[in-house]
């Protein structure tokens, strides 16, 4: 069954920390995304990477960077966290490219900046 | 820029009755996918339904389908015989090319309630 891994469900940091998020799948996917949730806006692509080392932009890349070393793994690092990043964070992924398939999120990781 | 609109922030729904959510999209393309998620409270987010904008039928999941109509860029969700568990945040969702991958662009949800 497919598996999409976040380490924490809750996280709670101090404004300037530099944060990060982890992700692990175990479906030998080759696209991976990183989301942020928030009450009236819904889901917002940060990053997405299609292949190891790989990184594209979403839509509010500002503030934050990410890493993916391996194929399994997609990290997300805030840099120097701000309370205005407080959210929820969903890790996706999905498939090949062309195959239109859907994607299957982790569980999410709701961090709080103080 | 695709844009997809969700015009209903909540509904409730009583049990075993029949709720439709709505969903419209904005998109010059012309082969594209569609997709339902559904969001339980506490929960994981999970895939309810797909549509390929080149397929007329409309896909049917169990208890949910969906009521596509490709000129009016209208992708709606009908759940019939409403269930407890049906109760959570539903969005709809537009699948889109950038660069070398697909992404998503989603809505900004439906809270759906189901009471008993």
């Known amino acids: 069954d497919v598996k999409v891994t976040q380490s924490s469900r809750y996280l709670v940091k101090r404004t300037g920390e530099k944060v990060f998020l982890e992700c692990v799948q175990d479906?030998?996917?080759?696209?991976m995304f990183w989301y942020r949730q928030d009450p009236g806006l819904g889901l917002r692509l940060i990053y997405f990477s299609y292949d190891v080392k790989m990184k594209e932009k979403g839509d509010i890349p500002e503030g934050y960077s990410v890493s993916r070393e391996k194929k399994e793994r997609f990290s997300l690092i805030l840099e120097s966290a701000s309370t205005n990043q407080t959210s929820m964070y969903l890790c996706a992924s999905s498939s090949l490219t062309g195959s239109n398939q859907p994607q299957h999120f982790g569980d999410g990781t709701r961090l709080s900046i103080l | 820029a695709q844009t997809v609109t969700q015009s209903q922030p909540e509904m409730s729904v009583q049990e075993a009755e029949t709720v439709t959510l709505s969903c419209t999209y904005d998109?010059?393309?012309?082969?594209?996918?569609l997709f339902w998620y559904k969001q339980p409270p506490s929960r994981q987010m999970i895939l309810v339904i797909r549509?390929?904008?080149?397929?007329?039928q409309n896909a049917t999941e169990n208890r949910f389908s969906v009521n596509f109509q490709k000129a009016a860029k209208s992708f709606s969700l009908k759940i019939s015989d409403s269930q407890l568990g049906d109760t959570a945040m539903y969005f709809c969702?537009?699948?889109?090319?950038?660069?070398?991958?697909?992404?998503?662009?989603f809505g900004k949800g439906t809270k759906l309630t189901v009471n008993p």
């Open positions: 549509q390929e904008a080149y397929k007329q």
């Open positions: 969702a537009f699948m889109k090319q950038q660069g070398g991958s697909e992404k998503l662009v």
């Open positions: 479906m030998d996917h080759e696209n």
């Open positions: 998109t010059s393309e012309n082969n594209y996918y």
